[in-house]
């Protein structure tokens, strides 16, 4: 499992701009590491998120109608870019095909309530890569809301029983502060399952969502899926080669969790 964040692929600060070139540069390293059985996650960053705030799609349908119209704006554009990064794999000849998370995926309050693993192994066992994305998804109390590209990756990787789970983030890895922030901020090379359940209620005591460069919502996600036995690991997918490497399985800059 990969997740590519939304960070990495898009200019944060520029609505509706992605960063071309590092999604080929990605593109390229995924083919050139061959890895068999791989799904793939890209998060939204500058598309998905400027529409989802907007329309408040993740709080839900309030009965305002403009937030339909907010929903499907907001799928068009992560749509958008999946399309450049569904062009880059293609290009790269691996064989990726995108599952649009709002055809497949029903949430209950938030949390994925509807098994999806059915399709995605046909796939896998016929050799594809399927690519899916952070999206707008209908919502059993809700309405509807967004699901994270964290929350999917993490929740398939259980389903799908992955080897393992690699993090693509716009940092080193996991640190013990906020780097973008502190100077003094450690990078923690490795973190138990029992460190990250504190580190969760530290961050939680905190108030605060970005005390360790906005990782505190990744840490939850991975949880259930490192309880299971499946290790993730966070790499800055930013650097070129780390993708490459932590999908061969190289030593690489990053953090590792496992039970």
Known sequence: MLKVGGSVITQKKKPFTAKLSTIERIAAEISGARVERLVIVHGGGS??????????????????????????????????LNKLVLD???????????????????????????????????????????????????DAELGFTILSGD????????????????????????FD????????????????????????????SDNSADVTGGMLGKIVELIPAIERGIPALIVNAAKPRNVYKALKGEKVTGTIIQK
Request: proline content about 5%; overall charge positive; glycine content about 6%.
């Open 88 to 138: 880059a794999l293609i290009q790269n000849n691996i064989p990726a095909v995108t599952i649009s998370p709002s055809s497949c995926v029903v949430t209950k309050s938030g949390r994925i309530l509807t098994p999806i693993k059915a399709p995605l192994r046909e796939l896998i066992d016929k050799d594809f890569v399927p690519l899916l994305f952070g999206d707008a998804v209908v």
């Open 177 to 204: 502060d906020d780097p973008k922030l502190s100077k003094s901020a450690r990078l923690l090379a490795e973190c138990t399952l029992h460190e990250l359940k504190e580190m969760r209620q530290r961050m939680k």
């Open 151 to 174: 929350q999917l990756a993490a929740c398939l990787a259980e389903q799908l029983g992955a080897e393992r789970i690699v993090m693509g983030i716009d940092e080193d890895g996991l």
């Open 47 to 80: 598309f998905g998120h400027p529409l989802a705030k907007q329309y408040s799609i993740k709080q839900g349908y309030s009965g305002k109608r403009d937030q339909l119209l907010g929903f499907s704006k907001t799928h068009e554009a992560m749509m958008t």
